[in-house]
């Protein structure tokens, strides 16, 4: 079964739910909606075995133009809308890439592909036109996952991946029911936004509520209107939404009171005072809609007094660990009395995972094995190599542990990557391979840092004496003005030392962000910061 094949059985089933929840378009309209949306594709050039771009916000026209696209036997490009004209002609060049359908603000004199207009109306469906057949072993997406330039590595899910993914989420049958609403805020060009947006809602029959903007007013006013049932997001934005409601709690001089009762609510009920909880409870849930039951935390880990925060209004909450390469979430925690910091719970589906070269302490690296996980970098056997083993077990890269109720828990990184708060991934070596251009600089370490309270990817720069912070920083900002801005360096060192490194003359990336601690690096001044 390809994913066109999924949305004609559950138009079949449930015709009359609601699929696009803002538009009040059912399953079954939406189906006929993408067979007029393939003829227009069609008929502006798509055919089977093309790779087609998506660039969109969360409009209605993604997940038409998403379908239509596997109608016709083609595969979706899916494309982060906070790049640069630059990132997207090196991404569409590496998949070989001729057409991208977007919203018309991403306009730009491409290189080397089309743009089409993703809002344009479509005509009648051509009856004669029917959908490709495509087996569970095409290629349905294709994503880019450490970086838009160098040597990125591209994840291509077929839609064996995809269905199986979808499946998986029958562990969520508890919270999870036909013809209720799923939140969709989070971009659907994401895995986490796409396996909320996309599988989801075709596993349970559920609604979408797509909303374009991180507006808070534009989100409350939809909470308040439409009432979701499910809200998946990061954990900086559920960190933000408590902190709203306990400022405003204190601004009315009742936090007090309202953190009383939700911390002892067990015992307040258990003594005959139901009826208090219940009222203080209800207007926090009240925030959200009202009727929400299930609360996803994903791409971050989240902080214990949020997870506690929500559960305590009565809300399941539950922290999701995924990657592109496994479509999204492939362990999920359990809902507990007791809540242990950075746990992700236990593998759903059929999804497998294993920890090898665990140290003293039990920590070592999580292997995860699985239908829904990927078959292989696209044209990258050393990638490959490094990723897999002979039995088809994949490595993360995460350093995690098992607790004694056999669930994991979260304990660091292996590998590189860095992890913003607001759950973006950047690679340090796409910016490495960037800064290397420069004149002056003979090597660069990028990695994650904290700076106060904030996460930032932090670059120790290896430079030629006569180097001055000042030349730079200005070069720094040149370079960093190809990239999206939430990958920007805009906190640095240099030294015209040389950089620790390994045996095979690889930076110990570790060892330098320990010798900026240290204070071996000099830093630069604020008023260069501000340059950047």
Not at 125 to 134: Q, R, S, V
Not at 180 to 194: D, K, Q, R, T, W
Not at 352 to 364: Q, S
């Amino acid at each position: 079964m390809n994913m066109y094949h999924l949305l004609e059985q559950v138009a079949k089933e449930s015709p009359d739910a609601l699929y696009l929840v803002r538009e009040k378009v059912t399953f079954k309209n939406f189906l006929k909606m993408v067979h007029a949306r393939a003829t227009t594709l069609r008929d502006a050039g798509v055919k089977a075995g093309d790779v087609v771009g998506l660039l969109s916000h969360n409009i209605p026209e993604f997940p038409l133009t998403l379908f239509a696209i596997w109608y016709l036997g083609a595969t979706v490009l899916l494309l982060d809308t906070n790049l640069t004209p630059f990132e997207y002609d090196n991404m569409t060049k590496t998949v070989k890439c001729k057409f991208v359908c977007a919203e018309k603000s991403f306009f730009y004199k491409a290189k080397g592909f089309k743009f089409f207009d993703i809002t344009t109306k479509d005509g009648k469906a051509d009856a004669k036109l029917k959908p490709a057949k495509l087996t569970e072993n095409d290629i349905a997406t294709m994503s880019f996952t450490s970086g838009s330039t160098g040597n990125p590595k591209v994840v291509p899910l077929t839609h064996g991946n995809l269905k199986t993914s979808s499946d998986c989420y029958a562990d969520m049958g508890k919270w999870l029911h036909k013809n209720e609403i799923m939140y969709g805020f989070l971009p659907l060009y994401h895995i986490f936004g796409f396996a909320g947006g996309i599988l989801a809602p075709m596993y349970f029959h559920m609604g979408i509520l797509l909303q374009p903007s991180i507006n808070p007013k534009a989100i409350m006013e939809d909470f308040k209107v439409y009432k979701p049932h499910c809200i998946p997001a990061v954990p900086r934005l559920w960190e933000v939404f408590r902190n709203k409601i306990i400022e405003q709690a204190k601004s009315k001089h009742i936090w007090w009171i309202v953190s009383f009762v939700l911390n002892h609510q067990k015992f307040l009920r258990a003594i005959g005072l139901k009826k208090l909880v219940d009222k203080v409870q209800k207007p926090l849930r009240d925030v959200f809609g009202g009727r929400v039951s299930l609360m996803i935390a994903g791409g971050a880990a989240t902080k214990p007094e949020v997870e506690k925060f929500y559960e305590s209004l009565g809300i399941a909450f539950v922290q999701g660990y995924g990657m592109t390469e496994t479509v999204g979430p492939f362990c999920c925690s359990r809902p507990a009395k007791h809540r242990v910091p950075f746990a992700f719970g236990v593998p759903i589906g059929c999804s497998e995972c294993t920890i090898r070269d665990a140290n003293e302490k039990g920590i070592g690296t999580l292997w995860v094995r699985g239908p829904n996980v990927f078959n292989g970098y696209l044209n990258n056997k050393n990638a490959n190599s490094e990723s897999f083993d002979k039995d088809g077990w994949f490595n993360t890269g995460d350093l995690v542990y098992l607790d004694k109720n056999k669930q994991y828990h979260f304990a660091g990184r292996k590998k590189q990557v860095i992890v913003l708060d607001s759950g973006k991934n950047v690679y340090p070596d796409e910016l490495e391979a960037l800064f290397m251009e420069i004149n002056g600089v003979k090597n660069v370490a990028v990695f994650e840092h904290k700076v106060g309270d904030k996460t930032v990817s932090y670059g120790v720069f290896q430079v030629e004496k006569g180097m001055s912070f000042i030349k730079l920083a200005a070069q720094v900002a040149l370079a960093n003005r190809k990239l999206a801005p939430y990958k920007w360096v805009t906190h640095f060192a240099m030294t015209t030392e040389d950089l620790p490194m390994t045996s095979t003359q690889k930076i110990k990336h570790h060892v330098v962000r320990q010798n900026l601690i240290d204070g071996k690096y000099p830093e630069n001044t604020s008023k260069i910061r501000e340059m950047l």
